[in-house]
């Protein structure tokens, strides 16, 4: 045996010992692949009896709180136009000069004219008095005095409407005549349109069977009448309006057309924020139920044997269970059966819990960020 032979040996024997020694245990190294893994964490949240204030969630348009028209009242040509487009006007404030010479003219013809007849009176005045004059030519002067300042007053306004003034006060869009363009020839041309925004009127329209619904569920103590509440605008992003905003109006009769009931509400808009023909939602409250079960929405999902929660049952594991949903109380639905109170929910974490899958049930934060809801999820009905 040669010298690298007598070393090689050894080396083999201590390397053979070591790997001995290391499986004394009997155990797999921490990691590999028999390792263990711990179960996943869910948010849940333990569901109980309450009061719930029942909301409505319902689609609506904005509208202007009061619009007026622009138009043209004497015939002439737009000489200048006084304002930017898309600015703020005060009422009265001038918008467009018309050609004024003919009517400034005419007005001047009128006043004369009523000097004329003044002068005429009052030289008839005293030779009435002697039998001068008779009665009747006294009461023809007397009458075309009034006459000529029928005509002053007319002619003066003439003047006036030359320079169309702002209606109200809002926001005034683009204008729909040039300079040079002739105005009023046979009927009130358009110029411009003004709009307040501030406040705006939201339009929307409820289902007049829900609403019957609703009142007899109130006249059977099932459920009590919400007071003066709020109403909470969502824009079309999703986001919430800040200003909060009331009932303005409900109409006393049902569309035969929809089947439905108008109603409007009213907002602040103070940075002009909303816009007329905007998409809305509108959510209010419509009345107060007790000894019911709420869940958020996000919990509840839908396959096809129809809706259900994945609960945490006794011995950790994911179970789904069949479930009713009612009305809306904000984001959560109330649960009108398949639900009694005490159940621990998931909230956060579904696609982890399988059902028959083993959990760890923790505290739901409703602040902390949530994971991407399931496809499932059910959605509040329209």
Known sequence: M????????????????????????????????????????????????????????????????????????????????????????????????????????????????????????????????????????????????????????????????????????????????????????????????????????????????????????IRAGKLKRAGAAKVELRLEDGSVYPYAGKIFFTDQAVDPATGSVSLRAEFANPQRELLPGMFVRLRFSEALAENVVRVPQRAVQSGAQGQFVMLVGAEGKATPQPVRTGAMAGTDFIITDGLKGGEQVIVNGLQKARPGTVVKAVPWDATAPLLPAPSSAAKPAK
């Open 2 to 217: 040669n010298t690298l032979s007598k070393l090689f040996v050894p080396t083999l024997l201590l390397m053979a010992l070591l790997a001995g020694c290391s499986k004394g245990d009997g155990k797999p190294p921490a990691g590999g692949p028999g390792a263990a893994m711990p179960p996943p964490e869910v948010d849940v949240i333990t569901v109980g009896l309450g009061s719930a204030t029942l909301t409505q969630d319902l689609p609506g348009r904005l509208q202007a709180y009061r619009t007026a028209e622009v138009r043209a009242r004497v015939e002439g040509v737009i000489e200048k136009r006084l304002f930017e487009e898309g600015s703020e006007v005060k009422a009265g404030a001038p918008l467009f000069d018309i050609d004024a010479h003919t009517y400034q003219a005419t007005a001047a013809a009128a006043r004369a004219d009523l000097a004329v007849a003044r002068q005429t009176v009052a030289r008839y005045q005293p030779l009435l008095a002697i039998k001068a004059v008779s009665q009747q030519e006294f009461d023809v002067a007397t009458a075309r005095v009034k006459q000529a300042e029928a005509a002053l007053a007319r002619a003066d306004e003439d003047v006036q409407n030359a320079r169309v003034p702002a209606a109200i006060s809002g926001r005034i869009g683009r204008t729909r005549v040039t300079e040079g363009a002739l105005v009023g020839k046979g009927e009130a041309t358009l110029l411009a349109t003004i709009e307040q925004l501030d406040p705006i009127y939201a339009n929307f329209t409820q289902s007049g069977s829900e609403l019957l619904r609703l009142k007899q569920a």
